[in-house]
């Protein structure tokens, strides 16, 4: 089973930049479609973008144009950049592909 672990979450002021990445174990990553999730308290997950084995992305309306998926299959990460931050792009973010899911890493944007 591939195992999912993201990183470089944190706080950042509104109308910055935060890049997450989700990196994977296992020899067979660049098959998958990977999507990025993410849940705010008290809301439901909510989706936020997909990028298949091909590299051609989808995203949630919610983030279109502001938020990018890109993968790196050599290095088995799948990246998400998050750019002109809003206070309610708040969450707690997880990459799932592959049948798995990442633990989650919080994002906070706040002045």
């Known amino acids: 089973q591939v195992q999912l672990v993201e990183s470089g979450g944190g706080s950042v002021q509104p109308g910055g930049s935060l890049r997450l990445s989700c990196a994977a174990s296992g020899s067979i990553f660049g098959g998958y479609t990977m999507d990025w999730y993410r849940q705010a308290p008290g809301k439901q997950r909510e989706w936020v973008g997909v990028i298949t084995r091909e590299g051609t992305t989808s995203y949630g309306n919610s983030v279109k144009g502001r938020f990018t998926i890109s993968r790196d299959n050599a290095k088995n990460i799948v990246y998400l950049e998050m750019d002109s931050l809003k206070p309610e792009d708040t969450a707690v973010y997880y990459c799932?592909?592959?049948?798995?899911w990442g633990q989650g890493i919080q994002v906070t944007v706040s002045s």
């Open positions: 799932h592909g592959a049948g798995s």
